[in-house]
Every structure is written in structure tokens, then in C-alpha cells.
């Protein structure tokens, strides 16, 4: 690898703060989701939030391994506040090695474009959470009927199990990321180019 | 030098003398223990069980005010589902149904992540971190995120202050608030750098620290009790003996 293209200190330390950032937002969507319409569109609602720092991280740090990183630690805190399951860090991994590729594949030159694609592969990491509805069925409901969830959560849950709602959450990270991404374009068109922080 | 340093480092001992402090890597396995035990139990009673070992935990590490806090937040989901929910309407019961069931399963970890925070400065970590051998460019990022925590509340406070003033719409709002967020991690980014390298964040070499951190006996045996907990726990739990 070049020299140039090696993570310093100072890269990481971004990477660290904007995934803070990041974080945090990605769990206000989490928490969110105790809303079942919510949930369902989970990686939308987390795409739709999180594109800023993502944005803003990406154009800190033009560099490989950068996504992996904020990925792992993204991994890391869920992991240890116990909120993955593993179908969730299935999906996490394979999406952010996605996104990682995507930027590659671009030279690290990031535009609009490229970023938006990346970004809505990053995004896809979060359809693990909610598709345990439509992957396990009714063992599914089941198993959280077991666990001493309320009747009426699991039936409205069980409204939600078509297909239509399963395209629509498939769906959602790329409309989210789509919609995140022009929400951080004009905020940074409007406050960041002016500061001289992009 | 070295004299000023020892002192130094005994009246921060003195400082936390009933605190005992849990090893870093001992305080991860408890976790991992906990994430096992909330994943695997099926009734809700039998983490009882666990939550209240994890609380005596706490008390001998010297935490016995999160002790307390978690047994009051026990005490009141188990009241709110026992006494409240028959008699409230559908939509309470949907919306708190899964936040208190959900947060008494997830007590356990709550605990050991807690007991590791509290008993643990963030050198630590990272000095457990680095004996774990991970890589210099996963650790700085982590510890930089967990660090940053805190500023993120504080700057959220006193945007959230600021707003109280004026009338806004929701997407003003977030606006309001993601902005300066971004501004100030800009900068804090920018400045913790320059501060970072300075000090030689930039140096390859393996880092040297004056505190030193071992697994003693009491790590051990935290460990393999909560193990042995968890264990009859879980066959408690399968075998459906309560």
C-alpha cells in the first residue's frame, strides 16, 4: 500500500468521532422501532439519519479500511449493549464490506453519486433487524410469544408479514439513503461550505 | 520523577479505595456470559435470578448505588406488568409492552456493561485493548467514539436549551440540532489531532505505560461465578423446573 493511502492518527480520530455521531443517531432510529411500523422500516428510517455523518466521515477520510472501521465499532457497541442478533451482524458485515468495495471501486473520488451508492449499501446492514418477520415466520412469532411479548404487538407484528411490506422494507434503505444524502448535501451547501469545514 | 509518580498513583488508589477494579478483559467475558444468558433464557423469571446476582456483583465491586437503581427498576417493570398492563388500554400495552419486557432482558447486560464502566478509567480499556493485540488503528477509533459520548450529551443539552426559546417545526429542529453537532466535531476532531500527534499517536512503535493491568484471583472467580450462575440459569430455564 502507498504511503499516502495509509490511515494516520488524525484520520483515525475522525473516524472515531463521526462514528459517535453516527451512532447515536443510528440508535434513536433503533429506539424508534418500538413503533412496529417503525421497525419494519428500520433501515430507511437509520439511512435517512445517519447520512450526514457518513457523508461528512467520507469526506474527511479518503482512504481504504475507513468504513470497516466505523463499521466494526458500530459492530462493537451494539455487541456489547446486547442488541445483535446474528442475523443483524450477518447482514452488518456483508453490508459494510459492500460499501467498502463500492468506494473502492471509485478511487476513494467520492461525488455524489458514488457516495449515495456506498451510503445505500452501508445502509442495507440494517434489514437484519427486522427480518426475522418474514425469515423464520411463525416460529418467529412463537419464540418472542414465549418470551412474554404482549398478544396485541405480536398481532399487529403478524399485519406486517406480506410481501408487499417485505419489498417495502427492502426498499426503504434506498430511499432513505437517497433522501439522506440530498438532506446532507443542501445542509452542507447551506452551513459547511460556508464554515470551510468541507 | 519517579518518586512524584508513585505518589501520585497511591493517592489515586487511596481515592478509590472501594472501588475495586474489575479487569478490563474479565469484565468482557462477564458481558459475553450476560449476552448468552439473554439470548438463550425463554422465561423472564429465571433472569430474575441472574439480575440479582449481577446486583451482588455490583455491591462487591463497590458500585452499591447502581445496585440499588437496577433492583428498583426490577422491582417497578415486574410491578408494571404484573398490575398495570391487565387493566390499561391496547396501546399502552403495545408501546410499554416491549419496552419493559425488552428492558428486563436486557438487565443483565445493562449490569455488566455498568460494572465495567464504572470500575474501569478508559486507559484501562485501551491498555486491555492493546494486551488483546489488536490493531493501533481499531483501538484509537474505539476509544475516541466511547470518549465522545459524553461531549455529544452535553453539546445536545445545550442546543436543546437554546431551543426552548424559540418556536420550531421538527425539520428545523434537527436541523438546529445536527448542525452545530457536526461543527463541533469538526473542530474537536481537528484539535484532538493536532493534540494527538504531538504527543506521538504517529509513532509505530509499541506503546509503553507506567499503570499495568493483570488478572488477578478476584477477576477469576467474578468470572467462573457468573458462569456457574449462568449455567444453572439456563438449565433451570430449559428443563422449565419454575
Given at each position: 500500500?502507498?504511503?499516502?493511502?495509509?490511515?494516520?492518527?488524525?484520520?483515525?480520530?475522525?473516524?472515531?468521532?463521526?462514528?459517535?455521531?453516527?451512532?447515536?443517531?443510528?440508535?434513536?432510529?433503533?429506539?424508534a422501532g418500538i413503533v412496529p411500523f417503525?421497525?419494519?422500516?428500520?433501515?430507511?428510517?437509520?439511512?435517512?439519519?445517519?447520512?450526514?455523518?457518513?457523508?461528512?466521515?467520507?469526506?474527511?477520510?479518503?482512504?481504504?479500511?475507513?468504513?470497516?472501521?466505523?463499521?466494526?465499532?458500530?459492530?462493537?457497541?451494539?455487541?456489547?449493549t446486547?442488541?445483535?442478533?446474528?442475523?443483524?451482524?450477518?447482514?452488518?458485515?456483508?453490508?459494510?464490506?459492500?460499501?467498502?468495495?463500492?468506494?473502492?471501486?471509485?478511487?476513494?473520488?467520492?461525488?455524489?453519486?458514488?457516495?449515495?451508492?456506498?451510503?445505500?449499501?452501508?445502509s442495507f446492514g440494517m434489514i437484519g433487524s427486522p427480518l426475522p418477520i418474514w425469515c423464520y415466520g411463525e416460529s418467529f412469532f412463537t419464540q418472542i410469544a414465549e418470551n412474554g411479548m404482549t398478544k396485541e404487538y405480536i398481532d399487529t407484528l403478524r399485519g406486517f408479514a406480506t410481501t408487499e411490506n417485505l419489498i417495502l422494507m427492502l426498499i426503504s434503505p434506498i430511499i432513505g439513503g437517497i433522501l439522506g444524502m440530498l438532506i446532507a448535501k443542501v445542509l452542507f451547501k447551506k452551513h459547511f461550505k460556508n464554515a470551510g469545514v468541507v | 520523577m519517579e518518586k512524584i509518580m508513585d505518589r501520585e498513583l497511591q493517592s489515586l488508589k487511596k481515592e478509590n479505595k472501594y472501588k475495586k477494579s474489575l479487569d478490563p478483559r474479565a469484565g468482557i467475558i462477564i458481558l459475553l456470559i450476560s449476552n448468552v444468558v439473554v439470548f438463550m433464557q425463554k422465561a423472564a423469571m429465571v433472569g430474575t435470578i441472574y439480575v440479582i446476582f449481577m446486583g451482588i456483583l455490583l455491591l462487591v465491586y463497590g458500585c452499591p448505588k447502581s445496585c440499588i437503581k437496577f433492583y428498583i427498576v426490577l422491582l417497578g417493570m415486574i410491578a408494571?406488568?404484573?398490575?398495570?398492563?391487565?387493566?390499561?388500554?391496547?396501546?399502552?400495552?403495545?408501546?410499554?409492552?416491549?419496552?419493559?419486557?425488552?428492558?428486563?432482558?436486557?438487565?443483565?447486560?445493562?449490569?455488566?456493561?455498568?460494572?465495567?464502566?464504572?470500575?474501569?478509567?478508559?486507559?484501562?480499556?485501551?491498555?486491555?485493548?492493546r494486551k488483546m493485540r489488536w490493531t493501533e488503528s481499531l483501538v484509537i477509533p474505539v476509544a475516541v467514539a466511547i470518549r465522545y459520548f459524553p461531549a455529544i450529551r452535553e453539546e445536545w443539552q445545550h442546543v436543546h436549551e437554546a431551543m426552548k426559546l424559540r418556536k420550531l417545526s421538527v425539520a428545523e429542529k434537527l436541523e438546529g440540532c445536527l448542525v452545530?453537532?457536526?461543527?463541533?466535531?469538526t473542530t474537536t476532531a481537528e484539535e484532538l489531532a493536532?493534540?494527538?500527534?504531538?504527543?506521538?499517536?504517529?509513532?509505530?512503535?509499541?506503546k509503553t505505560s507506567y499503570e499495568e493491568i493483570k488478572i488477578e484471583w478476584m477477576d477469576i472467580v467474578s468470572v467462573g461465578l457468573s458462569l456457574m450462575v449462568a449455567i444453572i440459569v439456563l438449565v433451570i430455564d430449559n428443563r422449565g423446573l419454575l
Open positions: 500500500m502507498k504511503q499516502e493511502m495509509k490511515l494516520t492518527g488524525k484520520d483515525l480520530i475522525n473516524i472515531g468521532i463521526y462514528t459517535a455521531i453516527l451512532f447515536v443517531l443510528n440508535f434513536v432510529a433503533m429506539f417503525l421497525w419494519t422500516i428500520l433501515p430507511g428510517t437509520a439511512a435517512l439519519l445517519t447520512a450526514i455523518p457518513f457523508a461528512m466521515m467520507n469526506l474527511k477520510v479518503k482512504k481504504p479500511g475507513a468504513i470497516l472501521i466505523m463499521g466494526a465499532i458500530v459492530a462493537l457497541i451494539y455487541f456489547v446486547g442488541q445483535f442478533t446474528v442475523l443483524l451482524l450477518i447482514t452488518f458485515v456483508v453490508a459494510c464490506i459492500a460499501s467498502e468495495a463500492i468506494r473502492f471501486a471509485f478511487h476513494y473520488k467520492d461525488t455524489f453519486v458514488t457516495m449515495t451508492v456506498s451510503f445505500i449499501a452501508f | 408494571v406488568q404484573r398490575y398495570i398492563f391487565p387493566y390499561a388500554p391496547s396501546w399502552i400495552v403495545i408501546l410499554f409492552g416491549i419496552f419493559t419486557n425488552y428492558g428486563r432482558r436486557m438487565l443483565p447486560c445493562l449490569m455488566a456493561g455498568i460494572m465495567l464502566i464504572k470500575t474501569n478509567t478508559m486507559h484501562r480499556f485501551i491498555l486491555a485493548m452545530p453537532m457536526m461543527l463541533s466535531a493536532q493534540a494527538a500527534v504531538t504527543r506521538g499517536i504517529e509513532n509505530p512503535v509499541r
